[in-house]
C-alpha cells in the first residue's frame, strides 16, 4: 500500500521558501567594493625636467590611490645634474592642490623621506621652494582634501622653475622654510623684503627689525646635523623644532 503524503500547510510553505531564501542570501557574496586608483600608477613615473610646464590630471581610474591618507597623487621622475634652487608650482582651478618632493622610494611600496611639501585648501596655485644638490627625486602632485571613496580630481599645471635666490620676499606676511637636504648649498641674501622676526625679549627698544630667513629639514629625530653659515654681516642661527617644520598648509 502507498503512504499518503500529507499535505503542507500555506504558512509552513510560506516559512521553508523564506528559510531558503535566507540562506541564500546569506550564502550570496557582497557586492564588490569601488574600486578607487590603479596600483600600477603607485610605482610608474614619469620623467619631468626643469623649465618644462607639464598638464596633469587627478583620474580616480588611472592614477595611485593612497590609503591613507585617502587621496589621488600623481608622482614624477626628477633628475638633476647639478645643484638647483627650485620653486614647484601647481595650478588647478577645480581642486586645492599638494605639490611636494622627497627622495626616491625606498622599496615600490616605502616612498623616500620628505624634502618639502606646501599645498592649499581651495583651487589656485601654491608653490613649494627647495634648495637640492644633484641627484634623483621624486615630484608628486595631489590634493589637499582627502576621501577614501571620492577623492577630488581634476586638471592641473605643475612647473619646475629656477629660482635666483631660496627665498626672494616674504610672501602675505608669512614665513616659509625653504626645504633643503644634506649636502644643500643655499645662496641666500636678507633683504628689506623678507619677512620680519616679531617682538622679542632679546631685541632691545629702538632696534632695527631683524630680517630673516628660513629653512626646513625633514631628519629623524636624534640626528645631529651641522649648519655651516657665511655672510658679511653680523648674523645669527636659531633653530626649532617640531612635526611638519614644512607643513601642508598655507
Known amino acids: 500500500m502507498r503512504a ?60 595611485c590611490f593612497q590609503a591613507p591618507p585617502n587621496r589621488l597623487i600623481d608622482t614624477y621622475s626628477l633628475t638633476l645634474t647639478e645643484a638647483a634652487t627650485l620653486s614647484l608650482d601647481v ?67 605643475l612647473t619646475l622653475n629656477v629660482q635666483a635666490q631660496p627665498q626672494a620676499a616674504c610672501v602675505n606676511g608669512q614665513l616659509n622654510g625653504t626645504g633643503i637636504v644634506k649636502g644643500s648649498v643655499a645662496a641666500g641674501a636678507i633683504s628689506a623684503q623678507d619677512c620680519e622676526l616679531g617682538p622679542r625679549e632679546d631685541l632691545v627698544a629702538g632696534e632695527v627689525p631683524r630680517h630673516v630667513d628660513a629653512y626646513a629639514l625633514f631628519a629623524p629625530a636624534n640626528i645631529y646635523h651641522q649648519v655651516t653659515v657665511a655672510a658679511d654681516f653680523d648674523y645669527r642661527i636659531e633653530h626649532w623644532e617640531g612635526v611638519g617644520a614644512n607643513p601642508p598648509v598655507l
Open 4 to 63: 499518503q503524503q500529507e499535505p503542507i500547510p500555506v504558512s509552513l510553505f510560506n516559512n521553508v521558501l523564506l528559510a531558503v531564501a535566507l540562506v541564500l542570501a546569506l550564502l550570496a557574496p557582497a557586492p564588490a567594493a569601488l574600486a578607487v586608483g590603479d596600483p600600477v600608477a603607485c610605482t610608474a613615473f614619469p620623467v619631468i625636467t626643469v623649465g618644462n610646464a607639464t598638464v596633469g590630471t587627478l583620474d580616480a581610474v588611472g592614477d
Open 91 to 157: 595650478t588647478s582651478e577645480v581642486f586645492g592642490a599638494v605639490v611636494g618632493i622627497r627622495h626616491p622610494n625606498v622599496s615600490p611600496t616605502v616612498p623616500g623621506q620628505f624634502i618639502a611639501q606646501r599645498g592649499r585648501q581651495t583651487a589656485g596655485a601654491v608653490a613649494a621652494n627647495v634648495v637640492l644638490p644633484a641627484g634623483s627625486y621624486v615630484v608628486y602632485v595631489s590634493s589637499f582634501v582627502t576621501n577614501p571613496t571620492t577623492p577630488p580630481t581634476g586638471a592641473y599645471t
